[in-house]
């Protein structure tokens, strides 16, 4: 008994000697990894871990809520307990949790000026995103894959890797929604495909079909899941010798497409597959009746590559028959300004639509100039999303289901890897986006050889036996597609 007393004594004078005494105060906030010092945050979203930028024995963090409630938690490196702040956030949504951080060099405690965080009223809504992880390579790559990530914790699963089939690149994954029951991704490579989930079933399709002349890229669910909208590619890229961008890539030819999953067919119409244009990047209105999409002029590669820019489209879609009807309107021209808009993703509540606005080309994922814009579907006003843009490239984004968040990729942090970045907007104005939280991001994000793209929210963890899925995509047998002209004006 008394050996029990005398250790419980023991842990209890550490735990106090380890909490600041006679610190000096800094009359500034601390520099912190990630800068998370006024951003905004969902409840549900995983603790907010931070590391002192500089050097420091021990970190010390009080965070006390505005609406009640304290945590305290500090040591070598931050470690919020999950429980303690999913209990502190839920109490304060709507209101703000202030930070009170101490370090401590040697013996000696220094403590800085208060931060705060906000806890937005309006919850995230989804379990976790999706998203494709990368080397940024060029010609090559290891291993990748597209893997998923539980928001409320640090937990992350492969949903599928190319450790089997060797040497495949899986891209361009999207679901309707963020419902991973309906899910699609392209298989580049020697084993190309197209995996579709569609109406309880997982079905891999013949990858290219030679009567459109390519593959089925870039997809968009219709909000039905009767359609998905994709559009076909002809992909190269090539190098800069003395710009400071490293690679471009550009398309040689593109048209888009509608897919019926039932039928296996593809409706092809030539007023979104002209000669003239290059037409990319379709998505559907919330409400399913217009098809929006990206157009450029056709110019000559390489010589004119810096004249390729795409303007925002949108045309009438009839969801009973797969018909586009009416003529093509213009709806952002970015080519009058210089620029090239690309990636539309609409809002799902209708009233925005944000995209990526870059000085030519349609993949701006290495133009430091590159930034997130919104265009409000009432008025086509358009204007950037300055908040929460930075000096390097913001690019690839996508909507939460209840329009209040977004999240995209951004390589501000050391312009080289693309990172994820979350986001709250309310009516149409951005708060400080936040980068994707992390147990010990500082060791996490400096060990992470590996770029982020095509992000997305889902709804619920996407249930895919990887294994199965690798094997049927390594065999030979696909379901086939046929084309159906809808068009031949």
């Known amino acids: 008994m008394k050996h029990s007393i005398f250790a419980l004594l023991l842990l209890l004078l550490a735990a106090c000697n380890t909490a600041p005494r006679n610190a000096k105060h800094a009359n500034k906030t601390p520099e912190i990894y990630p800068d998370y010092i006024g951003v905004t945050i969902p409840a549900s979203i995983a603790p907010m871990n931070f590391d002192f930028a500089g ?43 202030t930070f009170e951080v101490s370090i401590r060099r040697g013996a000696t405690w220094t403590q800085y000026k208060p931060f705060d965080m906000f806890v937005s009223s309006d919850d995230l809504g989804e379990w976790g995103l999706t998203y494709r992880r990368i080397a940024p390579g060029y010609e090559v790559f290891g291993r990748m894959g597209i893997y998923q990530r539980d928001l409320s914790t ?80 002809t992909t190269r890229q090539g190098f800069h010798a003395i710009r400071s961008e490293r690679i471009e890539v550009f398309d040689q030819a593109s048209d888009v497409l509608i897919f019926d999953p039932e039928t296996h067919t593809i409706l092809r119409d030539t007023i979104v597959g002209t000669k003239s244009h290059y037409e990319t990047y379709p998505v559907f209105s919330p409400d399913g ?15 004119r590559y810096q004249e390729i820019k795409y303007n925002i489209c949108r045309i009438a879609f009839d969801p009973a028959t797969g018909q586009l009807t009416g003529a093509v309107d213009t709806i952002f021209n970015a080519r009058a300004i210089g620029k090239s808009a690309i990636h539309p993703r609409p809002s799902y509540d209708g009233r925005y639509l944000m995209f990526t606005l870059a000085d030519y080309g349609c ?31 913001d690019s690839w984004h996508n909507w939460s289901g209840n329009s209040r968040w977004f999240v995209f990729t951004s390589r501000r942090g050391d312009g080289l890897y693309t990172r994820l970045y979350l986001c709250h907007i309310d009516g149409g104005k951005a708060s400080k986006p936040f980068l994707l939280p992390q147990k010990s991001p500082k060791a996490f994000y400096n060990n992470m050889l590996y770029s982020y793209n095509t992000p997305d929210f889902t709804a619920r963890p996407v249930a895919l036996d990887k294994r199965r899925t690798s094997k049927a995509i390594s065999k030979a047998e696909r379901v086939a597609t046929k084309v159906k002209n809808m068009n031949t004006k």
Do not use: M
């Open 289 to 303: 009746k217009t098809l929006y999409f990206c157009s450029s002029t056709a110019e000559p590669i390489p010589a």
């Open 363 to 393: 993949f701006p994922i290495w133009h430091k100039e590159a930034d997130n814009w919104l265009l409000d579907l009432q008025t086509l006003q358009a204007a950037a999303l300055t908040e929460a843009n930075s000096g390097d490239t």
């Open 55 to 97: 050097e420091c024995d021990r970190i010390d963090v009080v965070i006390t809520g505005s609406k009640g409630g304290r945590l305290h938690s500090g040591g070598k490196r931050l470690n919020i307990n999950i429980d303690k702040w999913h209990a502190l956030t839920e109490r304060n949504k709507g209101g703000r949790l």
């Open 154 to 233: 640090f937990k992350e699963t492969a949903i599928i890797e190319n450790t089997l089939p060797p040497g495949a690149c899986f891209n361009c994954h999207t679901s309707n929604r963020t419902d991973p029951e309906q899910i699609t991704f392209h298989v580049r490579g020697e084993h190309g495909a197209t995996f579709i989930r569609h109406d309880g079933k997982d079905e891999i399709l013949q990858a290219v079909n030679d009567s459109i002349g390519g593959s089925l890229v870039y997809p968009y669910w219709h909000p039905s899941g009767r359609w998905t909208a994709y559009s076909t590619n």
